[in-house]
Structures are given as C-alpha cells and as structure tokens.
C-alpha cells in the first residue's frame, strides 16, 4: 500500500529564511514523487518531481527536494523564503502498478512573514 | 505552457440535483482524472479514464458518479443525485502516456445546498 505523511500541518518561516517541508512516505514499489503547490482560489501547480533519476530534484521558483530511500523522505527546501511562497504544499506518491493515481497527503500550509 | 481547463469555477445546487462538472485536458494527454477535496481534508482520488473507458475508480467513485469524453476534447463527471456530502473541490488532471507529467486545473467548488 501507499501512503504519505507530511509531518506538519503548518509552517511559518521569516522572509529571507529557509524553508523546509517535511514528507515522509510509503511505498511498496519504487515510487515516483512529487511535490505540489496550491495558490488561495487555484490549482494545483507541479513544483517538482522525482522519478528515479537523480535523487535532489530542482523545481521552479527556487525549490528543491531530495530523495533519501534509506529514510523513506522527500523534504521540500528552499534556501530564502519569499511572500509569494505561502501557499498549501502538497507531496504526492505515484506507484507504477498498473493503477492510475496519485496519493495525496494532508498538506502543509506556508506562511511567510514580512 | 498547455493548460486543463475546469468549469464552472463554482457551482451551486441543491440536493438530489443532478451536476456536471466539465473539463478541458490538455490536447496529446491520453489519461484523464478526477480528484476532490473536501474542505480541511486530503485530495483523494475519484477515477481515471483511458482509452475511452474507465481504467481505475476509488469507492468514493459508487453508482451516483459517472464520467464521459463525449467529444474527444471534453471530459465530464456527472454526478445523477448530489448530497450535502458531496460538496467539495474538484479537480480534473490528465497526464501524458509516460504518466509522469500530471496536470491539474483550477477546480470547480461545488456546494450541495
């Protein structure tokens, strides 16, 4: 079975201070993951994936997310934060069996204070 | 950049109504979505639809939901008799054939009065 954790529900950071959001997930297969963004009133906007290639993967707006097998993560970072940035962020893991869907988790509300 | 184009972005109805909730995948996309997000909850999956048929469907996805590509361009979700409980967020994806690049819409936001 599949699932994901994002392990805070909420994160409030500085402007200009790192950001990390915290996903930790399980799979039976190798699975390819994913990182989402959703904007007040928006969709939902890819930011980066991970599909077994290399293991830290670049997304827009400055993000970045590594792949660590041995400790089932793929924590979201972004070196300065900007007031742009708060938005609900949600990590996702797709399996290759057969099945069409991503699994969703809870999601991480960013608020990024002036 | 190719966009999914969901409509309406809000629709409201009263219960036992029926609705349908249109989208627009992205042209080359070969495998269509239906997700919903109920209010403070988790996105979860509805369907998927390929090769004009439905290829997976969750047990939220019962006999009071449908989809169709009617025209080749166009991918509903028909939902025959709306309940309170149906209100939510829904977003439509398609994805290309190496299923690795999911695209979302903006949602529609139904709420069942």
């Known amino acids: 079975a599949q699932s994901v954790t994002q392990l805070d529900s909420h994160v409030s950071v500085s402007e200009g201070t790192p950001v990390l959001l915290r996903c930790n997930y399980s799979?039976?297969?190798?699975?390819?993951l994913f990182w989402y963004v959703q904007h007040p009133n928006k969709g939902l906007q890819l930011l980066l994936k991970?599909?077994?290639?290399?293991?830290l993967v670049k997304g827009i707006n400055g993000f970045e997310a590594e792949f660590k097998k041995s400790e089932t993560s793929f924590h979201l970072t972004k070196p300065s934060a900007h007031m742009s940035d708060a938005a609900e962020y949600f990590c996702?893991?797709?399996?290759?069996?057969?099945?069409?869907?991503?699994?969703f988790g809870t999601g991480t509300r960013l608020t990024v204070i002036p | 950049e190719p966009e999914v184009t969901q409509t309406p972005s809000h629709q409201v109805t009263q219960m036992g109504q029926e609705v349908i909730l249109r989208c627009v995948p992205i042209?080359?996309?070969?495998?269509f979505y239906w997700y919903r997000q109920i209010l403070g909850q988790k996105v979860e999956f509805l369907v998927s639809?390929?090769?004009?048929?439905?290829?997976?469907k969750s047990e939220i996805f019962d006999d009071q939901f449908s989809v169709e590509r009617p025209d080749g361009s166009n991918f509903t979700l028909k939902i025959r008799s709306t309940k309170l409980e149906d209100s939510a967020m829904y977003f439509c994806?398609?994805?290309?054939?190496?299923?690795?690049?999911?695209?979302f819409g903006s949602g529609t936001r139904l709420t069942v009065v």
């Open positions: 994806a398609s994805s290309d054939r190496a299923r690795m690049g999911y695209t």
């Open positions: 991970y599909t077994s290639a290399a293991t």
């Open positions: 799979s039976s297969y190798s699975p390819s």
């Open positions: 042209s080359n996309h070969l495998y």
């Open positions: 639809f390929y090769n004009n048929e439905i290829s997976e």
């Open positions: 996702v893991v797709s399996v290759w069996t057969g099945a069409n869907n991503l699994f």
